[in-house]
Nanobody, 125 residues
Framework: QVQLVESGGGLVQPGGSLRLSCAASRFTLDYYAIGWFRQAPGKEREGVSCISSSDGSTYYADSVKGRFTISRDNAKNTVYLQMNSLKPEDTAVYYC??????????????????WGQGTQVTVSS
């Protein structure tokens, strides 16, 4: 069974940075497309950033372009989301998810089969 574990969330002041990690056990992440999604209270879940496994292409939501970076470390079997210049509106529970390599809609949550438990990110002064 595919298991994903997120870590790295926490409380940070506006303008600060956090790095989220998505680790896997008993399978290799580089086979899968990996996405970071978030859900704020009262809002729908949205795709933040995703990376394919076929060609390494990436997607970023407009709201995070230039501030967030998704990357893989295959040696550590981990995918990261580096978040800089954080804003209060980035506050949400962040989830990582895995999809089969043939995924068509790279950052649409319906395409993702395996999900982690989520990590809370709170941006507040």
């Amino acid at each position: 069974q595919v298991q994903l574990v997120e870590s790295g969330g926490g409380l940070v002041q506006p303008g600060g940075s956090l790095r989220l990690s998505c680790a896997a056990s008993r399978f290799t992440l580089d086979y899968y497309a990996i996405g970071w999604f978030r859900q704020a209270p009262g809002k729908e879940r949205e795709g933040v950033s995703c990376i394919s496994s076929s060609d390494g292409s990436t997607y970023y939501a407009d709201s995070v372009k230039g501030r967030f970076t998704i990357s893989r470390d295959n040696a550590k079997n981990t995918v990261y989301l580096q978040m800089n210049s954080l804003k209060p509106e980035d506050t949400a529970v962040y989830y990582c998810a895995a999809a089969v390599p043939s995924v068509i809609r790279l950052c649409v949550d319906d395409e993702y089969e395996y999900w982690g438990q989520g990590t809370q990110v709170t941006v507040s002064s």
